[in-house]
């Protein structure tokens, strides 16, 4: 029997565990192909986590695909790679069994193994005995361990297990040490547990564990958000002793989510203490996570913790006041310790010290202008009444800001624009609009365009650059990179309030614009119409 | 001075406080009209919490006004209404202050106020003494007894204060309960605590309390999720014995929000043995937390605790074999203790055991027929590639399932379909479309119609409508009720693959249909065929 307090190769300290491409994938809504595994394994090495669990190889072909290409397509340089798998089916011969088999063909050099440790479990799922099941986790460990693989197990459903047998839950976690394993996973399946449950069964545990002669076995934590304390458990886990805790990267994962990784790291590296990667990486958090977010087409919510936009976004006037004094009063770090920003958020609930900070933040010096202020704090609010947001939208604030200080830049006049598609039952789609514009002062030209598109919302847009282009050719530089619509009132059906945000780039600067109409289209010509007189109002600006 | 253990009139049991109307309300992008407000605080009472916070009258004009209808507008049946503020002024007489004059105005009998309790933002935001701030407490407290209140006080950065200078922050505290306040809460404003952080400070907190002569002194949590433990930091809180929690229904608020309410409720109530409210009304938390989302415009995130689309919705093809066995082996709850459901999600994870199961949550059953399902199966994952999504799309899967079993219903046939928007520089916009179909069988006639809309896809809508109406005169009740879009590949700016997801309702059922296209127009019309499709399905069979 092999000595488990560490598996030589074992990396000595704390190990930050992300199973984003295979827990995570549980979640709803969630489809990686293989090149996006590789793009989130990337990123996933750029954050400096110990371990990447790449996917279940034989038992998910797209995850076999990825554990055959990482050898010539990734270049991690600090994560581990492991495979995830479970232990030998029942009544089979370990050197039989093909799944466990295909985890030794991926070639990762470690493997992480689900083994069952609540005996209802055991009894129910698999429908094999306490005794054959230990015998399962015995056989596979000792199979792999054979092979010269690291060997971790995921202890499933362990805590309601430990709470309905202990003794028979904790012989699983002896069994799979003895066997070899290099660390056992205490998991919370179900996601039922409070922190304090947490807290005294592995206090128990690790009891039972010393009287058994492993008092320095190495536990992990991997716990689920169905009690809204996944996060939270981990880290009183830590707190109790832990040197292992699994996550996925935005809490992805089945029913509510695994425990949020970055949110578990910003924790425990700056309020515990734990140096799990180094100050320059840990600023990097927020990139890495909304790039993450593109990958799986699923934005960071922006309430999440440490990276999400409103993370440090203060909305209260009560609190602008005192941000204006110092930041620190209302923040419990300093965002840029994970690559975030403080953002003072225009709403109706702006007063005039909100409006003068963000005004500040765009560069303007409103101090002191307070008829200003308070006219564009009070527009602002009618504006939002009627559905506008500019929360997301500092091109169209800008705007209104230099309305109302008279110098609102104009380089069109829209006389008329048209859009359609038109559908034929050979399966043909015709879309196209037309624009025409009024240039203003020297270039005081009239000018038509028409624009053929993949849908109306492109076509105008096309229409607007070919009618913009003869006067201001920079117009061809400008590119619309994201489009996001909202249905307010959705309740109305189809005939709702859209508001719609676009964000474009112009000779090297990025923006945002909104619009809001009766429908989908009167909305997006208004943001893109936005759009373009911002673009070239910061080109003319520049070139001036 | 007044005993403070419990003033006259407070309830003895545990206090579930809400404060959506004022905390959650700073939530970036929330705007609440007073209308509103009254129609979350009747939510709020059927949800038998036991105080809801209303706002801040006098210094929120809309809250003020919320304060005045709420006499002859609001019908609480359980729920009492709170009022908050802030002590007096530094300098200032507490008579002569307006802000806490129109606390009294606002009629509320129960007055929750905010007080400073850690010396560095005595000093630096309110920039005044120690002593003062006690005084500030202290009056401001003992005024609005003076005029029958119940009074709560929130030490604000009760945490981080306790951490730099326990001894005063203590003070506050004391004061605050020599004055006559009722509960003090012990609020976490920045978010930073995690779970043995809060244990630590309250236990330490209750023996100082003890030794001051307050050992029953009521307390209570409100916390902030900044470090993902908000929900967690308030249940350790109630676990070391504070009987008072504050929090926001789906866990609105500044920053990153406060604690999830309905998280909280049923963490307390399922799992730690509180009575809070009684099992009919938990059963419909579901239902309220997605009203209240619905006016606040936003929807609830699909994997929020307990009320999430997602919290039981299963995906792991091994989870899905389980739980044909037994539910319970991977949930942690009953969904139905809180009036959720338990779903299986079709994706390209499905296995035959999923696509079955969903099979059956239709009414099919599709026990042995493996080749069909296999065949669905495949389907489903291709058609997902394409960006389709039937999680939320349940009468176009069914619309699958039918089609391979060779029943798929057709009423119509489509020959073209065109839509056009016009502005005109004079402000006019013209929205119409055309539809032109083919019946199908014993209706087998031509039909066309025009219909002018707030938009192409309304006008569309109108138009096939109209196109159908004389040979299916039931399309009249269909009610177009909810309409999403997303852009799918959003990077790619406005020729980006869109996806529309449309709920219908028709003759008594609401379903949902999904349409995914290059563009919007194409999208919606192939949700809305669908959704006139499965309509007339549903109507003719029920009348067969």
């Known amino acids: ?119 209802r479990h055991v009894k129910a799922a698999l429908r094999t005995s306490g005794e054959e099941n230990l015998a399962m986790v015995r056989d596979t460990v000792e199979h792999l361990r054979a092979s010269g693989r690291e060997v971790f197990v995921d202890a499933e459903h362990f805590f309601d297990g430990f709470r309905d047998d202990p003794d028979y839950t904790t012989s699983v976690v002896v069994e799979a040490f ?19 449950d947490i807290a005294a069964i592995v206090d128990d545990l690790r009891s039972r564990l010393a009287a058994a002669g492993l008092p320095d076995a ?45 949110t578990m790291l910003a924790d425990l590296q700056l309020k515990m203490g734990l140096e799990l ?15 993450i977010g593109e990958i799986c087409n699923m934005a960071v919510p922006s309430r999440a913790p440490y990276v999400g936009a409103s993370a440090f976004a203060h909305k209260a006037g009560l609190h602008a006041s005192a941000i204006r004094v110092d930041p620190d009063l209302y923040q419990q770090i300093d965002p840029r310790d994970v690559g975030n920003d403080m953002r003072m958020i225009i709403s109706d609930m702006a007063g005039r010290a909100s409006i003068e900070l963000k005004g500040r933040e765009l560069g303007f010096d409103l101090a002191g202008e307070g008829d200003l202020l308070g006219r564009l704090a009070a527009r602002v609010k009618a504006r939002e009444a009627e559905g506008y947001s500019y929360e997301a939208a500092d091109a169209s604030f800008e705007l209104l800001l230099l309305d109302e200080m008279g110098e609102l830049p104009r380089f069109f006049d829209v006389e008329s624009w048209k859009a359609s598609s038109h559908f034929l039952r050979d399966g043909a789609l015709e879309t196209e609009a037309t624009v025409k514009v009024l240039g203003i002062g020297d270039a005081a030209e009239r000018s038509v365009a028409l624009a053929e598109g993949n849908g109306p919302v492109n076509a105008l847009d096309l229409a607007l650059r070919g009618a913009l282009r003869t006067v201001h050719p920079q117009v061809d530089e400008f590119e619309l990179l994201d489009f996001k619509v909202r249905i307010l009132d959705a309740h109305h059906g189809t005939d709702a309030t859209t508001r719609v945000l676009v964000r474009t780039s112009a000779c090297g600067i990025e923006f945002q614009t909104v619009g809001v109409g009766p429908n989908l289209i009167e909305a997006s010509w208004e943001a893109i119409s936005d759009a373009y007189t911002y673009g070239l109002h910061r080109v003319t600006s520049q070139a001036a």
């Open 1 to 119: 029997m092999m000595t488990s307090a560490t598996a030589p190769g074992t990396p000595g300290g704390f190990h930050l565990y992300d199973t984003t491409l295979r827990d995570g994938s549980q979640q709803e809504g969630l489809t990686l192909s293989v090149a996006d595994k590789l793009a989130v394994a990337r990123l996933l090495d750029e954050l400096g986590v110990t371990y990447i669990e790449g996917g279940w190889p034989g038992a998910v072909p797209r995850d076999t695909e990825f554990f055959a290409r990482v050898a010539t397509e990734l270049d991690l340089r600090t994560a581990r790679l492991a495979a995830f798998g479970a232990t030998r089916k029942a009544g089979v011969a370990v050197g039989d069994d093909p799944q466990v088999r295909a985890l030794l063909d991926s070639g990762a050099g470690t493997i992480t193994l689900v083994a069952k440790s609540d005996l």
């Open 178 to 196: 003895g066997a070899g394993a290099a660390v056992v996973v205490l998991c919370d399946t179900n996601g039922g547990m409070l922190p304090h």
């Open 218 to 262: 190495r536990l992990g934590a991997h716990t689920h958000n169905d009690s809204g304390c996944a996060v939270a458990n981990a880290v009183m886990a830590v707190h109790h002793g832990i040197t292992h805790v699994q996550g996925c990267v935005n809490g992805y994962g089945e029913r509510t989510g695994n425990a949020d990784l970055i």
């Open 277 to 291: 990667v180094d100050a320059e990486t840990l600023a990097e958090a927020t990139r890495i996570a909304h790039a």
